[in-house]
Structures are given as C-alpha cells and as structure tokens.
C-alpha cells in the first residue's frame, strides 16, 4: 500500500489519481485531518522554508507522500512543502525527496516550478503540487504517464481554450508539454479533437438552445463493471408504467418551462432503454414528441446498448417517433470474455442485433468497446477489431475499463484467482484500437477520462464523416445546458460566464417516482437562478 499524508483536505482528488496513474492496481490509501489515523507529528521538519527533519521509516510503507499545506493565500492559492518518503531496502534507511510550492515559484532555486495562469489561473497551486509529485514519481519508478500529471478528466478542453484564444498549435503544444508533461502523441490527439469539436459545435446556439437527457435506469442483467444507474428488469418491470408517467411529468415541466428555447439534440440512455416493452417505447417517444418541439434536434440518439434487449418491434417504434442514432455494443467480440464481464448475451445476438437494425434503417450505429478486459491480450483487441470492422460501424467509442477495489467485478476476478495487477490496457492495444477505428474510415472526434481508468489512458469516440455524436461533445465540454430527466440523471445549467450549477435526481428508483415533484421543482429553481 501507498500512503499519502495531508494537513488540510486540499486537492485531495488530484493528488491520489496521480499515484494511482502510476501505482495503478496497487492500493493508496489517504490520511488527512478527521481520519484515525491522522497525527499532527507526520509533518514535523517539513514546514515552509526549513531543512527536512528527521522522519523515520515507523510509518511502515515503501513510499508514503506527505503534503504540508502552510498558508493559504486564497482558495487556490497556498504555499507549503511536499516530502515523498520512499524506504530503502537494504538498510531501511528513508530516501527524501522534499520541495515547496507557492502559487508564483517555488522556494529554492532547485525546485523550479512554472505555473502558467493563462489557463488555469485560479490552479497553479494545485498545478504545482502535481508537477512535483509527478517529477518525484517519474524519477522512483521511470514511468512516463502518457497524459503527464493531468487528472482532469477533459483535456481537450485545454486546446480548446487556447484555440479560442488564437493560439497556434506549437504554443499549444509548448503550453500542454511544460504545464502538464503531456506526451506529444496525446498533445496531438487533443489538438486534432478540439479542432474538430469547434467544427461541429459551430451551428449550436448555446444562449438560446439546450440539450435533453432522459434516463431508463433498467437493464437486463448488471455487467460487473457498471458504475452507473443500473437495476435488473426482471425485478422492476412492475414499475416501469409507473416510472414512464413520472417522465412524462417530468416533460410536461420542460414543456412549461422551455418554451421558446431551441433543443439541440435528444440523447435517452441509463441503463438500457430498450429494456422498454415496444409499446412503452412508443409512449414514452410519442408523449415526447408530441410535447415537445423536437424538429430542430441535429440528433435523437436512443442507447441500444445491450444486445439482448434489442427486438424488430422496438427498432420499429424507435424508427417511427424519429430516432436516427442508436448504440450497440459489443464491448468485445469473445463470447468468454463476455461471460467473464456478465454480460449474458453471446456475439451472436450482437450481430444480429446489428443486422436488424441496419435492415430497419438506421444509418447512424455506434458501437462501444472495452480495452484492458481481463483475460485479454493485444490479439484479442485485434480479433475484436477485425470482427468489427467487417460490421463497419459509423461510430466506435473505446473505453479503458476501470477495475475499482472492491467492486463485483474485482471480487470475482480474485474469486477465480486472476491476478489484478496483471488486468490492464496498453499502448499497444490503444494503438490497435485507434489503427483499426481509421482502417474503418472512422476519426476521433472526442476524449475524456475517468478515475482509476486502466492505464491511465483515455475513451476515445470515432466517427464517420457526418456522424459523430453531437450530445457526447456537449456533455464533454460542458457548453450548453443539459436538462436531465429521470432517476440518477443530472441536470447542468452552463451559464453565459461559462459558470456551471448541477441538480441531481436521486438514483433510486422509487425514491425518484415517490419524489417527482421534489425533483422538478428544484429543476425549475435551477433554471430560474
Ligand atoms: S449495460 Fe451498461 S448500464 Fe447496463 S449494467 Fe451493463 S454497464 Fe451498466
């Protein structure tokens, strides 16, 4: 286990997913003010301006960080120490690496630290922080992250940002490689994206317009890897008519409150939509429509996800009330694999899904897969791409799974005696996927990143000329306002400042039905701020 040791409860996020970007599997555990564990005495000797004190290896773990945090000039801004301890083996002597950090430079002449507010003015201190972690880091295991100390989750809002300020691309470059020490290919990557978001953002109107999200938090099984709003049909199915005409409601409010604002895409995803009966599908879609003035909507995507959950009759209703972008995914074309995840639903039925709904017309088919999925190797990412291509998607996104301790699916990949560590994404099998998605015709058009992603990597979207999800880039870039319908969805009001203000739903089921009004009330206030 790794430690991290913290005075005040700053920055706390960032600080753990860098270690974790290089210590990946590996378990690291923070200490910080209102934990048992906390003791003032960690921080002895490594006070602002002074020489490292004596701190002994009692502590018990081959590295343990300490962040001192000894003045704050204002929310972001402060001034403090950090000591990365690493135990040596042979004598059990302590390794010191100590350097200070203050929102402008850093202590000594040794420990230069540039922050560049240009950007990230209000950050330079966090920034500070990462650079020497990340430098202490590079050094002890001679990793270099292919995203740097970078742990947000959009880095293409960076380039971005600088293209809208006439930036050119090598003082992009220059400004990403000495803010960040991102790699060059993933400077690259970002720029291209970002060029290619203001292209397909360019006709949105953000004052005037907003996008809809509506949830269906119900899916055939639970795959071990889901982190989202998930319940197994089989036990809800009862309520679905119940949950229908609490949307419903839901609409009838944007309906009231909306009117005269343009909606620039419709996105319904959860969950597994199409886990709706035909009919229900229908009614909720027509309900929408008919409420709802939808003819501006650049795209009405309906996530499709599962194959299992895929009928003729829905793809016809989805057809009928306007949906022109689904989603199947395969996450990898390997049966085992499939059972391995719990899936439930064999490579077979996804092709036959697909089949379908190319046969009921729709030209717009996204596909989601999962790299670093255990048991998996660089060939087997190749055979999944083959296999996909032969289907030739018009969108493929691809994901770095994320095994988090503790969750189903690290519980019974160590029931099967799988060893966790050995569980992840690689270059060569990013390569693999991003050579194969342009084999296909396809372009990476967005990015974003998670916590504890494998390999510290990203999820890339590709698509073909003219098909790239216009609702994916929004939510990324956080641009236009997103009103949220249903359980565990999220509401996010972006206003003209670019100030961001969120309401969440509650996730479970029949909370969020037993509280409807709740729910659109504080929407309503939201929007009335
Ligand atoms: S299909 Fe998606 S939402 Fe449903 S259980 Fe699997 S990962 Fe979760």
Redesign the pocket.
């Known amino acids: 286990m790794k430690k991290i040791i913290l005075n005040k409860d700053r920055f706390q996020y960032d600080i753990h997913s860098l270690f974790k970007a290089f210590y990946g599997n590996e378990d690291v555990k923070v200490i910080a003010p209102g934990s048992a564990e906390y003791d003032d005495g960690f921080f002895e000797g490594i006070g602002h301006h002074t020489e490292m004190g004596e701190l002994n290896a009692e502590l018990g773990e081959d590295i343990t960080l300490i962040c001192f945090f000894d003045e704050e000039i204002s929310e972001d801004s402060l001034k403090g120490s950090i000591a990365l301890l690493q135990k040596e083996d042979s004598d059990n002597s302590v390794h010191k690496y100590v350097r200070s950090f203050s929102d402008n430079k850093s202590a000594s002449q040794n420990d230069s630290v540039s922050t560049n507010g240009d950007v990230e003015s209000v950050d330079t201190s966090k920034n500070a922080v990462k650079k020497i972690i990340y430098t202490a880091l590079n050094k002890k295991t001679g990793k270099e992250l292919p995203w740097g100390s970078l742990t947000g989750i959009r880095p293409t809002r960076i380039a971005m940002n600088l293209l809208e300020k006439g930036k050119s691309e090598e003082e992009i470059a220059d400004y990403m490689k000495k803010t960040y020490f991102v790699s060059n290919e993933k400077i690259a990557l970002s720029t291209l994206i970002a060029k290619r978001e203001r292209e397909i953002l360019k006709n949105i109107d953000y004052e005037n317009g907003y996008s809809l999200y509506i949830g269906i938090?119900?899916?055939?099984?639970?795959?071990l890897?889901?982190?989202?709003?998930?319940y197994p049909i089989g036990a809800y199915k009862d309520m679905v008519d119940d949950y229908i005409k609490c949307l419903k409601k839901e609409i009838d409010y944007v309906d009231e409150d909306f009117a005269g604002k343009t909606i620039d895409t419709v996105y319904m995803?959860?969950?597994?939509p199409t886990t709706l009966l035909p009919e229900q599908m229908e009614d909720l879609l027509g309900y929408l429509s008919e409420k709802l003035d939808l003819s501006h909507a650049k795209e009405f995507t309906v996530?499709s996800?599962?194959p299992d959950s895929i009928t003729r009759e829905k793809l016809k209703a989805m057809k009928k009330m306007g949906v022109d972008r689904i989603s199947v995914?395969p996450q990898t074309m390997r049966d085992e694999t499939l059972k391995l995840i719990?899936?439930r639903h064999t490579v077979a039925q996804l092709i036959e899904a697909y089949n379908m709904a190319r046969e009921e017309g729709f030209d717009n088919i996204n596909m989601d897969i999962i790299l670093g999925l255990p048991g998996e190797n660089a060939g087997d990412v190749q055979y999944t791409m083959d296999e996909i291509a032969k289907l030739m998607p018009d969108d493929l996104t691809v994901h770095s799974l994320a095994i988090k301790r503790g969750s189903r699916l690290y519980e019974v990949l160590r029931q099967k005696g799988l060893d966790i560590s050995l569980i992840n994404n690689t270059e060569e099998m990013m390569n693999i996927a991003s050579m194969g998605a342009v084999s296909m015709g396809l372009k990476p058009y967005y990015l974003y990143r998670q916590k504890n992603i494998s390999g510290n990597f990203e999820n890339t979207g590709y698509a073909k000329q003219g098909k790239a999800g216009i609702y994916n880039i929004l939510i990324n870039e956080e641009v236009q306002s997103i009103v949220a319908l249903g359980a565990g969805t999220v509401t996010k009001r972006v206003f003209g400042n670019g100030r961001i203000e969120r309401c969440d739903n509650v996730k479970d089921v029949k909370l969020y039905m037993e509280q409807i009004d709740e729910m659109i009330a504080r929407k309503r206030s939201l929007f009335n701020l």
């Open positions: 938090p119900f899916c055939p099984t639970t795959c890897y889901c982190s989202f709003t998930s995803g959860g969950g597994t996530e996800g599962r995914n719990g899936r």
